[in-house]
C-alpha cells in the first residue's frame, strides 16, 4: 500500500468514526484532532505493509477506533493506580515529541509506563506523577507491582522453546521486568535466554550453543522485520537473578552471536536519533532543549573483528561533533599529501578519560560534545592507548 493511498484511507476511517474536524500533518505523519489528541502513522503504516487487503483495513478501522474512542485516562491516583502497567521499548521513543516517563532497564531499552484503557494504551508523561500527587517511584512500584500479577510463571521444567504472544492485556514482554520471573527458569542443565524482538511477543529457550544459532538469527530478523521492534539481544540471569544482556553474563560458545546482536541494537537505536538530531539543528540550529550550537551526530559504525562486533565512531581533524557512545574511536586527519590517515584506534572510555569528555544531559542514548581536535599532549596519550597500533 502506498503512503498516499494508506493517508486517505486512515481519513476515510476516522470520519467513519465521527471525527469530521481532524487534520492530516505530512511533516509529522501523523493526524490532529480538534480536541488535540495526535494519531501518529508510523508504526501502523510499518505494520499495515505486511498485511493483506482485508486484514489491512480491519487493522486499520481498529487503529482508529482505539484512537478516537472516549476512553479517557482518570484524573485521580486512586482510579489509575490499578490501571498502570510497565512496559520495555526503545530508548529513542518518544525523542521527537513528549517523551514518556521512563527509566533505564537494559542498554538501548527502557522501562516506561503506560495506562491500560479498554481500547488503547496511553503513555504516562514525565509530569503524570505531579498531577496525581504522587512519586514517580509511586507511578513505577504501581505500574510493575500490576505487571508482576499478569507474569506466568515458569521452572526448570518448563525450559524448552517456550513463545508468548500478547493478546493484547497480558503485557508478556514486559515480564522481564518482574523480579525472579526469568530466574524462575533457571537451575537446570541451561540458563534461559529470553528475547523480545517486538513489543508484543516473548521467546524464552535454554542457552544450548546449537539452539541458540539458529534462535539468534531468526530474532534479528523478527527485529528488522517488526513494525514496533524492541530488541534483537537474548537477555539471561546471572549469580544472582537479575536479568541482564547476554553478553554481559560472562563465557560462553554463543558471546559472538550475542556480541553481533548487541552491535546492531546500539547502530540501530543511534541511527534513529542521529537523524533526529540532525533534523533539529537543520530546523532551529540548536538543541532547543539544550541551547545546544549545531555539531555533526557522528553515527555509529558497526564492525567486526575475530574477538566479536563492536561499533566504533569517526572523530575527524576540524569537525565539531556530538560523539555516540561507541567501543572505540577512530581518530582521522589529512596527512601532507592531503590523503585521510588514521591516526589512532581508542576505547571509548580511555578518550573519555584523557579528554575529560562529559555526556550531554537529558539526550538518551548518551552522546558527548566534543569541539576541538586534540591538542598535541592529548594525543600523544591517545596514540599511546592504541589498540590496533
Known amino acids: 500500500m502506498e503512503r498516499e493511498q494508506f493517508v486517505q484511507t486512515v481519513m476515510t476511517s476516522v470520519r467513519a468514526h465521527g471525527v469530521d474536524d481532524a487534520e492530516y500533518s505530512a511533516d509529522e505523519f501523523s493526524v490532529h484532532h480538534s480536541d488535540g489528541r495526535v494519531m501518529y502513522l508510523d508504526n501502523i503504516f510499518r505494520e499495515c505493509q505486511q498485511l493483506d487487503a482485508e ?12 484512537m478516537t474512542s472516549s476512553d479517557e485516562v482518570p484524573a ?19 525523542q521527537d515529541g513528549p517523551r514518556p516517563l521512563r527509566r533505564a532497564a537494559f542498554p538501548f531499552v527502557d522501562e516506561v509506563v503506560v495506562v491500560d484503557l479498554p481500547r488503547t494504551r496511553t ?17 513505577f512500584a504501581a505500574a510493575r507491582a500490576n505487571l508482576t500479577a499478569l507474569a506466568r510463571p515458569g ?18 514482554a514486559s515480564w522481564l521486568l518482574v523480579p525472579g520471573w526469568l530466574a524462575g527458569y533457571a537451575g537446570g542443565a541451561f540458563r534461559p535466554v529470553a528475547f523480545i524482538a517486538e513489543n508484543d511477543s516473548l521467546l524464552v529457550v535454554p542457552d544450548d550453543p546449537e539452539l541458540l544459532v539458529g534462535v539468534f538469527e531468526m530474532v534479528e530478523q523478527q527485529y528488522r522485520d517488526a513494525a514496533r521492534p524492541v530488541s534483537p539481544q537474548g537477555y539471561t540471569v546471572d549469580e544472582n537473578g537479575s536479568v541482564v544482556p547476554f553478553d554481559e553474563a560472562g563465557a560462553h560458545p554463543s558471546l559472538p552471536l550475542a556480541l553481533r546482536a548487541r552491535a546492531g541494537l546500539a547502530a540501530t537505536e543511534y541511527s534513529l536519533q542521529t537523524d533526529y538530531l ?21 553515527t555509529v ?3 567486526e573483528s575475530t574477538d566479536g562486533a563492536f561499533t566504533s565512531v569517526v572523530w575527524g581533524e576540524g569537525v565539531e561533533y556530538l560523539l555516540p557512545e561507541t567501543d572505540v574511536v577512530r581518530f582521522l586527519r589529512r596527512d601532507a599529501n592531503d590523503e585521510v590517515e588514521l591516526v589512532c584506534t581508542v576505547p571509548f572510555p580511555t578518550v573519555v578519560e584523557i ?26 596519550r591517545l596514540r599511546a592507548a592504541d589498540i590496533e597500533g
Open 55 to 66: 486484514a489491512r483495513a480491519e487493522r486499520i478501522s481498529d487503529f482508529v477506533l482505539a
Open 76 to 94: 485521580d491516583w486512586d482510579s489509575v493506580r490499578p490501571l498502570l502497567r510497565s512496559v520495555l521499548r526503545p530508548v529513542t521513543l518518544g
Open 123 to 139: 503513555f504516562v508523561s514525565a509530569t503524570a506523577a505531579a498531577d496525581w500527587g504522587v512519586s514517580t517511584e509511586q507511578v
Open 155 to 172: 521452572s526448570p521444567d518448563d525450559l524448552q522453546i517456550v513463545r508468548f504472544v500478547d493478546s493484547g492485556d497480558s503485557y508478556c
Open 278 to 298: 540532525n533534523t533539529t539543528f537543520e530546523d532551529f540550529l540548536e538543541l532547543p532543549e539544550l541551547d545546544i550550537e549545531p555539531a555533526y551526530a557522528a
Open 301 to 303: 559504525n558497526y564492525e
Open 355 to 380: 579528554l575529560g569528555l562529559t555526556p550531554l544531559p537529558t539526550i538518551e542514548p548518551t552522546r558527548f560534545e566534543a569541539r576541538r581536535w586534540p591538542d598535541d599532549a592529548a594525543m600523544a
